[in-house]
């Protein structure tokens, strides 16, 4: 069993096929060499001859004397054998040499090739085998063979992903439980309140508790909107419709709020601009646009922009560092670590847009602005 074991592996197996094809490869050189060397040796032995030399014919027999050097010609008594036999056994056994030699060498450099193989290999099981083990921060290092080092980066890039992952699956539990306890804890004091009649039912009091109901309810449906979304389970409805048409509705049911904020939305399109898409979804990602840049943008201008290859969403707030461009569009990423849902919420609106976005089959990018100042969203449509 042991033997079977160590038979099956990779280093065993790559050595032992380079030493049966070096001795495949041997035997035919051997009988080629062999009969190649008889016709040499006819054809020198015949110019000798040629030339009135004092040698036996080819084909008799002599007796050769005792080679003290040979292992493979006797070494007490004398041999009678004919030239050619005589010339065959003694290049046979300088092939027979050279060919244990070339055994040894070929076991060798197959043990070493094998080696050059399974190294890399092995690393890279052991690099899995923590990445099992949730060790995410420990990357493989770069060897001298270019394309084993294109498969450790690679692994050292799934290894920084998987990280980043984990990261937002445990902050997920703590963020929902507190953007759920706060309000469930107002509802509870309240109603405690009063029920031991230290509060007052009156109209703001009522206002109150249907703003944290309403705040709950969004909650739970943006988690629910996205968990349909990224499955998704969700059939598009596309057809031909007017951007202007959503888009000054959009304007239209925030421009109480953008007043209150001296924002200003402006459209810089076509009024015959079309799209093709699921019009509800589409609107939802105007939607979570323009939420997002009237909570937390402290923009002045608000641009909804288009043409024939993409829609740009363009603000000129305060804008975010370049490295978490892409990184908002990720599942519960806030920019802001406080968990106020004034500066952060779940953080799933604009990774709602993008699973909405790549449903219909396009994508979506952040870019900083010309003159860094803001921030841009592109839909590309192609």
């Known amino acids: 069993m042991k ?18 094809l070096v001795i495949g490869l041997f ?56 030239p050619r036999e005589h ?26 090739i094998s080696h050059m193989f399974t190294q890399p290999m092995k690393k890279l099981g052991i690099g899995m085998k923590k990445l099992r083990q949730s060790h995410y921060l420990e990357k493989l290092d770069e060897d001298s063979t270019e394309e084993f080092n294109a498969l450790i980066r690679e692994f050292n890039s799934l290894a ?16 929902t439980s507190h953007e759920l306890r706060t309000p469930l804890a107002s509802l509870t004091l309240q109603l405690e309140g009063l029920a031991d ?3 007052n039912m009156d109209q703001e009091r009522i206002k109150l508790l249907r703003e944290q109901v309403s705040r709950l309810s969004e909650m739970t449906e943006d988690l629910q ?25 959009i304007i239209s049911q925030y421009e109480t709020v953008l007043t209150d904020k001296k924002m200003v939305a402006h459209q810089n399109f076509s009024d015959d601009y079309t799209v093709c898409a699921d019009p ?61 849902r004034k500066t952060g919420g779940l953080g ?5 847009v993008r699973e909405i976005v790549e449903a219909h089959g396009w994508k979506v990018e952040a870019k900083l602005p010309e003159n860094k100042k803001g921030l841009s969203l592109l839909i590309n449509l192609v």
Not at 169 to 175: A, E, G, P, V
């Open 280 to 340: 509800a979804l589409f609107e939802r990602i105007l939607n979570n646009l323009m939420e997002n840049a009237v909570r937390y943008s402290q923009a002045k201008n608000i641009t909804i922009s288009a043409d024939q290859q993409k829609i740009i969403f363009t603000d000129d707030g305060v804008g975010i560092p370049a490295e978490h461009l892409q990184d908002i569009f990720e599942r519960f990423f806030r920019l802001e670590k406080s968990r106020s």
């Open 348 to 352: 799933l609106g604009l990774a709602i």
């Open 160 to 175: 920084s992903e998987l990280q980043r992952v984990e990261e937002l699956r445990k902050n997920l539990i703590s963020d």
């Open 225 to 249: 909107d996205y968990a349909r979304l990224h499955s998704q389970t969700i059939k598009l409805q596309k057809k031909n419709f007017r951007l202007k048409t959503i888009v000054d509705k």
């Open 3 to 20: 033997i079977h074991k160590h038979i099956n592996k990779l280093s065993i197996k790559i050595a032992l096929v380079i030493t049966a």
């Open 197 to 199: 009649g230290v509060l």
């Open 27 to 82: 035997t035919v050189l051997n009988f080629l060499i062999v009969d190649r060397g008889e016709k040499t040796f006819d054809d020198v032995y015949g110019i000798i001859i040629e030339q009135d030399a004092v040698l036996p014919p080819s084909n008799e027999p002599f007796f050769m004397p005792p080679n003290p050097d040979s292992p493979f010609v006797s070494r007490q008594a004398n041999i009678k054998m004919t």
């Open 87 to 112: 010339f065959k056994t003694r290049f046979q056994s300088s092939l027979l040499i050279v060919g244990l030699l070339t055994l040894f060498g070929a076991t060798g450099i197959g043990f070493l």
